[in-house]
């Protein structure tokens, strides 16, 4: 089972590098790194350049047409995608692996925390995806922290 990761990103040279310097630390590597620049007005793509990932330009605006520009150019049997200014754990992509090795399922998702919120507990994590099942009467799936099959 092979894993792309997909990586919108528009203006994002402050956060980029650790971005991919996570997907670099992992300990399970992905097997395919691709960063989709959306008309970035700063260093984004060089930077990304930088750490031999494929980047890809998409020039219609938008996270929506920049994601599926990832996904239509991913290769393998799970696109796992997350944000440019995320840090992901060493072992997101092993966990991901073991998740669709071992479970019959189409797609997965995480918890997230984001790093300029109060609050970074694992209790808001999981309140946050409760909330949001109870509301919409299904589970649902963050762009930050996701994974599925194609």
């Not at 330009?57 to 929506?64: P, V």
């Not at 790093?115 to 999981?126: C, G, H, N, V």
């Amino acid at each position: 089972m092979k894993i792309s990761v997909v990586i919108p990103a528009y203006n994002e040279e402050k956060h980029i590098s650790l971005c991919l310097q996570s997907l670099m630390e992992q300990e399970v590597k992905p097997d395919e790194i691709i960063v989709v620049d959306n008309n970035s007005k700063d260093d984004t793509a060089k930077i990304a350049e930088a750490f031999f990932v494929r980047v890809v330009k998409e020039s219609e605006q938008g996270i929506i047409p920049t994601r599926n520009r990832g996904f239509n150019e991913a290769k393998y049997d799970i696109i796992a995608r997350t944000d440019a200014d995320t840090t992901l754990p060493k072992d997101w992509i092993k966990r991901i692996k073991n998740h669709f090795e071992k479970n019959d399922i189409d797609a997965l998702s995480g918890l997230i925390y984001y790093y300029d919120f109060l609050l970074k507990t694992t209790f808001f994590a999981k309140l946050f995806f409760s909330v949001m099942n109870i509301i919409l009467h299904h589970q649902i799936i963050l762009g930050p922290n996701m994974a599925l099959k194609i």
